[in-house]
């Protein structure tokens, strides 16, 4: 399909010329005749010549015209659809900068303490809580804390009246993961900054791959663009975030992008090592390929 886009005006002048050609030889043969004994009709073949160029010399010059057009129209839909791609591109980037996490602390600090023995002090040691503002990136750092937290005290719960927690399989520490990862997005109050972060880069992609402007191999091109925008961590929660029924018709673009195309089970090891050497979230990320 390609090289008939390329090739097709060479193509078309060829067939053209051939065909000239073949009524030429058809009428005169294909030797060259002395003009003195076919004048008549060489005088005949001249005048179908001035018909036919003055026929086709105005198609010629419509084509030309409505290709112009053509090309022009395709090429201001791809300028525009570039345009809407690198703005929301841009809009992303404030989305992340507009990210605000607070979180609180504790540190022990020295704290002189007043002896019995009057006069005398002795040092002592005292908790003080102080809060941190995490914004832009650093807070994805937040995020991905948070997670494993809750994940790791899901996975290390002991029931009363047991020893200690269940043994689990990968596919079943995958599941907890994917269970803490919803609940986390719908309390905490993260929705709120995730939600908004996962929907407009949806759209990014789903703008991209609506465009009827841009080729196969344009949309491609630009959705390596975006996945080049995006942070380790990023990945990580993306991944997650397609996990749950809020994020999972994000599935078919990361599928046919190869978004989380480096995305393995030794991303998420700081959440447990047990994951580091499964390749369970490396096929569960090509299972999506066959789902689209």
Not at 154 to 180: F, H, I, S, V
Not at 212 to 218: D, G
Request: glycine share 6%; net charge positive; with cysteine.
């Amino acid at each position: 399909m390609k090289v008939i886009r390329t090739y097709w005006p060479i193509a078309t002048t060829l067939i053209v010329s051939l065909l000239v050609a073949a009524i030429y030889g058809n009428h005169f043969g294909w030797t060259i005749a002395p003009i003195d004994t076919n004048e008549k009709a060489y005088s005949a073949f001249g005048q179908f010549g001035d018909y036919f160029g003055g026929i086709l010399n105005p198609l010629l010059a419509f084509f030309n015209i409505a290709l112009i057009v053509y090309y022009q129209k395709v090429s201001i839909a791809k300028s525009a659809d570039k345009d809407v791609v690198f703005r929301m591109l841009e809009l992303q980037s404030k989305i992340v900068a507009g990210f605000e996490l607070r979180t609180k602390h504790k540190i022990q600090i020295d704290s002189p303490e007043k002896s019995e023995k009057e006069g005398e002090e002795e040092e002592g040691r005292m908790d003080q809580e102080y809060e941190e503002i995490n914004s832009g990136l650093r807070s994805f750092w937040i995020f991905d804390k948070e997670i494993k937290t809750r994940y790791q005290r899901m996975r290390d719960y002991t029931k009363p009246g047991e020893d200690g927690p269940p043994e689990r399989t990968p596919e079943q520490r995958l599941e907890l993961l994917r269970r803490a990862y919803d609940r986390y997005y719908h309390g905490n109050f993260r929705k709120q900054y995730l939600g908004h972060y996962f929907r407009n880069l949806y759209l990014i992609f789903k703008t991209i791959d609506e465009s009827e402007a841009f080729s196969k191999k344009e949309k491609l091109q630009y959705a390596k663009i975006v996945r080049a925008q995006m942070s380790h961590i990023e990945m990580k929660l993306l991944y997650l975030n397609c996990q749950i029924s809020d994020g999972s018709s994000f599935k078919k673009y990361v599928a046919r992008y190869k978004i989380l195309e480096w995305t393995s089970g030794a991303d998420f090891s700081n959440y447990d090592r047990a994951l580091k050497h499964s390749d369970l979230i490396k096929a569960d990320i090509a299972s999506w390929k066959s789902d689209f």
